[in-house]
């Protein structure tokens, strides 16, 4: 994933009402009309919302009729979590090595 | 973690800048001067993308005589992680559901 898409997904992460779609996504696909009715947002706002998961690539949407239907696409939500995991392996490696290293000392004196 | 600190961590961790400084931390605390070496930056600059860091809790500084010296505080960082791994938890069981009604489907004809 480049750093530019990595930008985009924490981006899109970093605001509640997305979080909150995305939650709702993760339960199975929905029109755009069933996914605002929980905020209390104007229909413009939201579809301004929508836009941003759908630019980053962790929603993809499909017009049908009338009815435009949203759902997840896992990929870049993965690949950002990867990028969350390998930190936190480097810390907890750096961690345990300053562990080691401080009971290497205790024992010694 | 409250939504606005998700927030706040995840604004955080969109820019790249920002992303390298916590994968230096991740190796062990460091002087703001080193930090700031490997980027083609203004100094006032790269303390604004510190500021960001240590407001949302993902970095945390010292100053002694005239050196500040900062250090990575996972916490965060694992909480920004939850949320992703609880999201994927949930949609990996719903595709799974999805994948043995199918064959369900497949079985009966």
């Known amino acids: ?7 985009q997904v924490f981006q899109a992460l970093a ?19 069933e996914l605002a009715r929980p905020f209390d947002m104007a229909l413009p706002s939201f579809a301004q919302h ?3 998961l759908e ?3 962790l929603v993809r949407s499909r017009k ?13 939500l ?10 936190r392996a480097l810390w907890e490696r ?7 290293f401080l009971l290497q000392q205790k024992e010694k004196n």
Do not use: I, Y
Request: charged letters at 25%; proline letters at 6%.
């Open 94 to 100: 750096r961690l345990n090595q300053l562990d080691a």
């Open 15 to 33: 605001d509640p009402t997305r979080r909150a779609v995305l939650e709702r996504l993760g339960a199975g696909p929905a029109a755009v009309s």
């Open 78 to 87: 993965k690949e950002a979590e990867r990028w969350m995991t390998e930190q």
């Open 55 to 57: 630019d980053c690539g």
């Open 64 to 76: 049908v009729g009338r009815v435009r239907t949203v759902q997840l696409v896992p990929r870049p």
């Open 50 to 52: 929508l836009r941003v």
């Open 1 to 7: 994933m480049s750093q530019h898409a990595l930008n």
